[in-house]
């Protein structure tokens, strides 16, 4: 710990531009925070315990904020509680989507940077590429043991398997809630269309039996470092596979902690639950009668209450940080029906890059050190706990300093408190484009459905505190910044020269499993069913990569 | 205070289905409220003072919701104190417009039924119409002081003036913001249209030059029960005398508060500031730089805290109800630039039949009877607030009984709190078209842009829980609502046949004014200033109440 932190840290190019101008002023900061971190280290005889603990499309406001509850009819006291004890962030932002929310706060980097910016469905033969460090990897560098349990979404290539990324042991659903619906309660209620053939008219234009091969989706594994991965249940993935799997979790969860509690090592948890189940349950416990608030009775509060029991219960509750977050916005397009994910204050959901699509419900708790009853108005992004939980853990010298690490140290803002951030700026992607760029309470939109805007060079400046749902651009009175937003973006742009994007990388998928079904064995490259093809398999699933994205069409509400 | 309370009061029809099924309960209820009531009164040896303290456009959590207020960039910390020690509305409706909901609250009655459902500018030859009976008058006959302060925005007639409506004293502007803008500095800005002639090219192609004549618009007047109004400044009407109207309301509203109190004398005060210039001061002092936030700074924080430092002092703030709330949702369509005045949480606004035109923000604060730091659930609606406070003030015997009174006595809500209310249904007129109707907490939209829906009787039923912003409608799911809402409908519309909806009454504007200028007299009767015209004017000015409204086209955000 004797350097200045970040030292050895590749940061953004925009960073630089706010350290030269605030770099003395967070020097002598530095030292004194360094100093109260000595000191807990010393009072508790370790560094500090890390959860995340992160749920799927949740924007500001869903938890910490009961006159929002109350108009939405349901509430989460157990959240509530946490958020009213700990921090509470109003401008928390993460990537648009699942995968690449999921590969940024692991990697500290933007999911541009490590290639993983589109959200995964079975099978995808890709995944978060080894060469990648992750958080788990730095950490346990600082003797920190490492766990993650829940939803990862992160590919389902052997290399992506979070215990082949440097965790101790995991326990993890390899996509995202759509495998509630794969099974025949989804067909029955039309919830997937024409997956299960053994429930459909027999087709007698039916050529291809390889497009879609379901039986052969491996959604639940677990392993341990150094060891090969096992399906969990053995390839059941029924309904209640899909609620039971949350309850393993917060079960293996708490198992972990408490084992490394007892065994006085720091721990860092990725309890990441997969909550929502996309078929509902018929009896309704809240006046929301939604997904989200039921989900959050069934899953996110008993989680939470039994997250803080356990730490109550072994002492260790004052010495552990604990940051609950949601991934990105909700899915307002195209919602499954009965989900209550509508817009929140903000303009957009999953998938754009409005702030509705990218900024978050998020608290932290630390007892003994982040004041409570506080309200932080900084911009804080999900790359910088990366980067602040390294700092904590004494484990920043393991950060990688051979690529751009987007992540910003925020030990002052959660040890000093609101105003205290050191980010003033966000770079925001939507699948491979820079959609939008912010900077303090400014942002710019790049990309428009107005050509007027788009391809003339008019492009306009919101204003987010004074329009903070981005419908009514600043034209002439924001033109004074379009020049600075362009050097801010050429910047940006030029540092990628010297740092490139990386790609994620195409490979067979599910291999490494040890109880591997035949059939998931005969997916494993596709399509290798086939006895005989003209080319070659694995070539045909690299060229994947190279399929344009905006096939998908639209590209969000943006005007 | 003998018999059952509202007995006397013709309620709209859906209320005595609710009255039906709840009215015992209610009744044993009522017993001990009034009890309570009874008690209050011994113990301050004087019925509660009411202060109805309102402004514009402010969607639900404007105030109260310190997370929405940081997104937002501006602070009320003195609003939010108040809501904190009181009772803070989640579903608090109104009007979706100033002049329809200004004209509910002074009523206990929609704006349908007393035909002042459109929103005012100069000259209107229109007003809130004699034969009302408005919360002053009676109060009034309870023994109350009645004073009005602010923007009245109920029309340029005689008859609309709060003085001969029942008000001790009032201190008035008749129009809304734009009067901030009709001087030079208007012209200067672009911010109003040609107006100024003295400031616009010597025009060639006009013929008549009294198609505007806003040299004879009365802005602001006084008045005292029984005398002649009298134009305040002379008729001055520039920014300067815009933003010392508010100043000099404040000062007035606080006289009279301190006169009553040491007279001993319960008082009802309408304290209704016209806040938001619509030319801002060019030096900010909040991050948001809008309107909303600058003017919260200038006139509404200060309002708050002189009206509750002056209680205090006066010894009379425990036995003072204040209720502070908005008069409809922002104005997001075509708002004045840099306003702030974007969608909250919900869809739409001002002038909009969604939840964002008529679901403000709220809060009541009562030290001795209000159980502090409540959050209520409960619809409640502005009407309903006539009656509570009639009921309150022992004058619910003045109530008149010829005419339906939509208002509901929500005194248990108050007195009780969360989930006590006794409203469960709203319909939401646009202009003068059934709009919209509420039960619990589903919608049915009347009118819809898609003629599927608004045609062919597959009209769709909204979860206002679980789709707050009514985008995604149910409709197979919610066809077991359709013909029970028909019903509410039909109930309501027939009820109509025994107590029709009046219309509002065309008259010179002007008149009654001691101090009136020469062309303000010459306007009076348009246009008056012609010397012959081969017409009637009276005939011709009441002819606009035939004008098709729809004729401003869009119908708001609907589907």
Redesign the interface.
């Known amino acids: 710990m004797g350097s200045a932190f970040g030292a050895n840290v590749i940061h953004d190019a925009e960073y630089y531009i706010l350290e030269a101008q605030n770099g003395k002023v967070w020097a002598v900061e530095d030292e004194k925070l360094d100093q109260k971190l000595v000191e807990l280290r010393q009072k508790y005889d370790t560094p500090p315990n890390i959860i995340h603990y992160l749920w799927d499309d949740q924007p500001?406001?869903s938890f910490?904020?009961?006159?929002?509850q109350?108009?939405?009819?349901?509430e989460t006291p157990q959240l509530n509680k946490l958020a009213n004890e700990g921090m509470?962030f109003?401008?928390m932002y993460t990537e648009p989507g699942c995968t690449p929310s999921r590969s940024a706060v692991l990697t500290g980097q933007l999911a541009i940077r490590t290639g993983t910016w589109e959200i995964g469905f079975p099978i995808e033969y890709t995944g978060l590429a080894a060469e990648n460090v992750t958080l788990a990897e730095v950490l346990s560098q600082a003797g920190y043991a490492t766990g993650f349990y829940g939803k990862l979404h992160l590919g389902d290539t052997e290399e992506s398997y979070p215990h082949n990324q440097g965790f101790d042991e995991a326990f993890w659903a390899l996509y995202n809630q759509v495998t509630s619906l794969y099974n025949n309660m989804g067909e029955g209620a039309n919830a997937i269309i024409g997956m299960k053939e053994e429930l459909l008219a027999e087709n007698p234009y039916q050529r291809d039996r390889t497009f879609i091969q379901d039986e052969a989706y491996v959604f639940y594994l677990e392993g341990k470092k150094g060891e090969q991965a096992k399906e969990w249940r053995d390839g059941s993935r029924e309904l209640q596979d899909y609620k039971d799997f949350d309850i393993e979790s917060r079960k293996r969860a708490l198992a972990f902690i408490r084992g490394n509690a007892e065994a006085k090592k720091p721990f860092y948890v990725a309890w990441w639950p997969l909550w929502m189940s996309f078929i509902s349950e018929p009896k309704k416990v809240?006046?929301?009668?939604?997904m989200v608030?039921e989900e959050y009775q069934r899953v996110i509060e008993p989680d939470i209450e039994a997250l803080r029991t356990t730490l109550e219960e072994l002492g260790i509750a004052e010495n552990t940080l604990i940051v609950a977050m949601s991934d990105n916005g909700p899915m307002t397009h195209n919602?499954p029906?009965?989900a209550?994910l509508?817009?929140?204050?903000f303009t957009g959901g999953k998938g754009d890059f409005t702030e509705g699509g990218v900024r978050v419900a998020a608290a932290a708790l630390w007892p003994s050190v982040i004041e409570p009853g506080q309200?932080?108005?900084d911009m804080i992004h999900e790359v910088d706990l990366f980067t602040t939980f390294a700092r904590l853990a004494g484990a920043r010298q393991y950060i990688p300093s051979d690529r751009v690490i987007d992540g910003i140290d925020q030990t002052a803002l959660l040890l000093k408190g609101d105003t205290h951030g050191r980010r003033d700026y966000n770079f925001i992607y939507q699948g491979p484009d820079l959609a939008a760029t912010v900077k303090d309470?400014y942002k710019i939109h790049w990309t428009s459905k107005d050509p007027s805007q788009a391809k003339s060079g008019l492009t306009a400046v919101y204003?987010l505190?004074?329009?903070?749902?981005e419908?009514?651009p600043i034209v002439v009175?924001g033109f004074h910044m379009k020049e600075p937003f362009k050097r801010m973006r050429a910047r940006h742009e030029l540092w990628k020269e010297k740092y490139p994007d990386r790609h994620h990388k195409r490979a067979p998928a599910y291999t490494g499993i040890a109880n591997a079904r035949p059939e998931t064995i005969a997916i494993s490259q596709p399509p290798a069913a086939l006895k005989e093809l003209p080319y070659d398999v694995l070539e045909f699933i690299e060229k994947l990569d190279d399929l344009p994205y905006d096939a998908t069409g639209d590209p969000g509400p943006g005007e």
């Open positions: 500001v406001m910490g904020d009961p006159i929002y109350k108009i939405r009819g349901y509470l109003s401008r809240t006046l929301q009668r939604g608030g919602p029906p009965g209550g509508g817009e929140g204050l309200l932080a108005g309470q204003d505190y004074n329009d903070h749902r419908v009514n009175g």
